[in-house]
């Protein structure tokens, strides 16, 4: 992607949806810290009720909380410590510090007590391990890089730790961030809180563990092809991808320049628009009245997105469109062509695995990481490192070199664009299942049946990965838990920088389907 292209897609387009309001994004972080949260629904509650409530607290609640003086920060990362502790076989984290996230939460408090407001002033948060933190050890899920501390942070993480909030730990990953599932041989098997026989989804993993299970209240995390909306979909998150370019990818470990993105995992969609406004500087938008979908159009491809899904998923999922109609949107039948999902497969693994070696050299050379990309491979278990000398490695036997590279980039990823402007002149936002079946079996997790058929894991993936290579930003939320108890979401794709509408539209989708219970 072109610094052009990217200046782009971090600029919110003038685009307005009917009954949607419109967003100032010059009142900055003004407008977010000085919010009185009044909707996010404890505004008046006890001390006591907080205390023991705090890990069911979101973002939004748990700021209000902090905020009002219903529960220190201190106390709430002290439940939350606990938590983390009674829940370590989820695997869901590969470094916390106990201290240092203690001496950040008694800080926070000493702050609000001196009379500072911030948007997430207290409030923690995780961390995938593919984000650079400073003085915290950074692996990427390897075991080459154990005893790498970084002197600086990411960008993003800058972001929140400047808006107030506590790193409250490095959460487990796919090595280097190349799978789907959440396997890591090297720091543990993931789990999903809602099976513990089952996958979480990756490469976020321990994100969508951490944060399904109540041990944080929000989590970044990094999507190339689906790594933040598979594991939302699969846990029972929210999980939002932005428009490559809207959030920082600086001093986050990389597969390709052009799919990549950072993004967040919450259990709402109001605390992922906190996130992104924290991480743009925009402004926060306030929430609508009412959930009434009136004016909204949601455009749906049954050809593309429910040609390969388990009954139970789609049988939710029409179930979720009479919802949305009964609430006044407008459902749209759309076709993305008979070819779409030929084209999109080829050009977003094509671009995938060709600039997965260029880009991870370059990020270890600029930012001072004490290992090659060799050493790195090398190191790599055996699963991945067989994906790598299959399709990474130019000397390997299914590259695509530069000419294929040019036709995916010229080509195919134009059509695709193409395509979804046309769907998006007709629509505000398409709907989808984001994953065709709930989360599979740890031990059948590479291959499993879907709509009857053996599939491989990449079928996880199918219908997330066009966004990223047509550039959409991409929020999921949870639709429902089917009838084995497993949650599976709901995926909305919006056009190219038109983020802020998404996420509103989202809130309001959100509203009209409701929330699902919690783990047990």
């Known amino acids: 992607m072109s610094s052009t292209e990217i200046g782009k897609a971090g600029t919110d387009k003038s685009h307005t949806v009917q009954g949607l309001p419109s967003v100032d994004r010059r009142e900055l972080m003004k407008g977010v810290a000085a919010m009185t949260l009044a909707g996010a629904g404890i505004a008046n509650i006890g001390s006591a009720h907080a205390d023991s409530a705090a890990h069911e607290m979101g973002v939004l609640d748990a700021a209000s909380a902090i905020k009002s003086g219903a529960i220190t920060s201190e106390a709430y990362v002290t439940k939350l410590l606990r938590r983390a502790r009674d829940h370590a076989d989820l695997d869901a984290f590969i470094t916390i510090d106990d201290t240092a996230v203690l001496q950040a939460a008694r800080a926070a408090d000493k702050d609000r007590a001196a009379g500072r407001t911030a948007p997430l002033l207290g409030i923690p948060l995780s961390v995938k391990d593919s984000y650079m933190t400073q003085d915290l050890p950074t692996t990427f899920g390897t ?8 002197s600086q942070d990411a960008p ?16 487990n990953m796919v090595e280097m961030s190349y799978g789907l599932t959440g396997l890591n041989a090297h720091h543990g ?8 026989a089952h996958v979480t989804g990756g490469s976020s993993s321990g994100a969508g563990a951490s944060v399904a299970a109540r041990l944080v209240p929000a989590a970044l995390g990094g999507d190339t092809v689906g790594s933040i909306r598979v594991p939302a979909s699969l846990c029972g998150l929210v999980g939002f991808k932005p428009t490559q370019g809207r959030w920082s990818g600086d001093r986050v470990a990389p597969i390709s320049g052009t799919l990549d993105t950072t993004g967040v995992l919450a259990r709402s969609v109001g605390d992922c628009a906190l996130i992104d406004a924290v991480v743009t500087k925009g402004a926060l938008q306030v929430p609508a009245a009412q959930a009434s979908l009136k004016g909204i159009r949601l455009g749906y491809a049954p050809r593309q997105h429910l040609d390969v899904i388990d009954a139970d998923v789609e049988k939710l999922f029409r179930e979720t469109l009479s919802k949305l109609k009964d609430a006044g949107a407008e459902i749209v039948e759309i076709d993305l062509g008979h070819d779409f999902t030929t084209i999109a497969e080829r050009a977003t693994w094509g671009i995938f695995f060709h600039e997965t070696k260029p880009a991870i050299s370059e990020f270890l050379k600029v930012n001072n990481v004490p290992v090659t990309f060799e050493q790195i491979f090398e190191d790599l278990t055996p699963n991945i490192k067989g994906a790598w000398s299959t399709f990474v490695l130019p000397a390997s036997p299914k ?21 979804y402007g046309e769907a998006f002149a007709k ?41 990223n290579c047509a550039n959409l930003p991409g929020i999921s939320i949870p639709m429902g ?23 509103e539209i989202a809130r309001r989708v959100e509203a009209v389907i409701g929330s699902i219970s919690a783990p047990v």
């Open 143 to 150: 075991a080459v890089l154990k005893n790498f501390r970084p």
């Open 156 to 171: 993003v993480v800058k972001s929140v730790r400047d808006a107030g909030s506590v790193i409250f730990g490095k959460n």
């Open 189 to 196: 098997q993931p789990k999903n809180p809602y099976n513990k």
């Open 399 to 419: 590259y695509f070199g530069e000419e294929a590279y040019k036709a995916f980039m010229t080509r195919d990823r134009p059509e695709l664009q193409r395509r």
């Open 427 to 467: 629509v505000d936002a398409l709907i989808f299942p984001t994953t065709p079946c709930t989360a599979p079996r740890i031990d059948t997790q590479w291959e499993f049946p879907v709509g009857g058929k053996n599939t491989s894991y990449l079928v996880l993936a199918k219908n997330t990965y066009p966004a």
């Open 481 to 503: 838990l089917t009838a084995n108890n497993l949650p599976v979401g709901m995926e909305m794709d919006a056009g190219s920088g038109r983020d802020t509408n998404l996420l």
